[in-house]
């Protein structure tokens, strides 16, 4: 008996109580963003064909692999206090803030690991709060907790994975990501965004690149306003292609924000759907050509509904293609 044909080689991590970390009235990362992809999924038919990663908290000792117990301290009790924000207004929490993030993270981690054990091949992780700007003692630009970073970690610590590529194609510089890893040369990080000069967070400059002996594993790509669908089909052909065959990483992990798109309210590029689709395709040629197909896709932004309701479905049907 061969069970293996029918097994959905795509998973999915989206969960109904992402939606209850509330930013309050006119916030762009709202739990709105969650509704539209779950709509557009379940009107495509995704949600039956992938299998539900179930979403559970992740655990205080794995979270610090990645942030200071001081912050996760700090971030628990501003949220049960009722605080309306932490560290930075952009940062919106509400009393059930700190609990949905540690799901966000452990359904992000249980996707991570299943895909490294091959009971699955891919993972689609939409889940709110996003990640890439979590610094290791602090919150900034809507993040909470480091999805990605917590995974990659999971990845060194529970899988002993030593080159793990986390490649970041929201429109803002990944800074979190980026400091994260800074002096760690198995985690190579790329990052696509619009330039430092006129975009959040200010950082994510070419020249950022490592530091000690993580030097060389730090790729930023800046791209001025305005940049199109070629410039960015033009800089992974001669710099992030190039730069993940030269590391060969045994996992993918994909920030995804579809804030880069030309609709997009608080991006400054002027990509279309055609490039989000391209991007994805690869992504995913890389992972099989490198990582054994294994490649987790995670939720960054992305705050225009029409684009998320086009871009999220497409992504997801070339994931599980
Ligand atoms: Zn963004």
Redesign the pocket.
Known sequence: MCYTSSMPTTGILLDDRFKRHATGDGHPESPRRLEVIQRALADAGWLERCAMIPARAAEDAVLQYVHTHAYLTRLDAACRQGYPYIDVPDSAICPESFDIARLAAGGTLEAVRRVARGELRRAFCAVRP?G??AERDRSM??CLLNNAALAACVLKQEFGLDRILILDV???HANGTQHIFEADPSVLVISL?GHPHYL?PGSGYEDETGIGPGRGYTMNIPFLPGATDDDYREAFKTRVIPAVGRFAPQMILLEI?F??HRDDP??NLALTDDVFAWMTEVAIELAERHAQGRLVSIL????NADVLARCVPEHLRLLAG
């Open positions: 996003p890439h700007h630009g809507f929201d429109v803002h965004h959040y924000g804030d880069a608080l991006g960054e932004g992305g705050y």
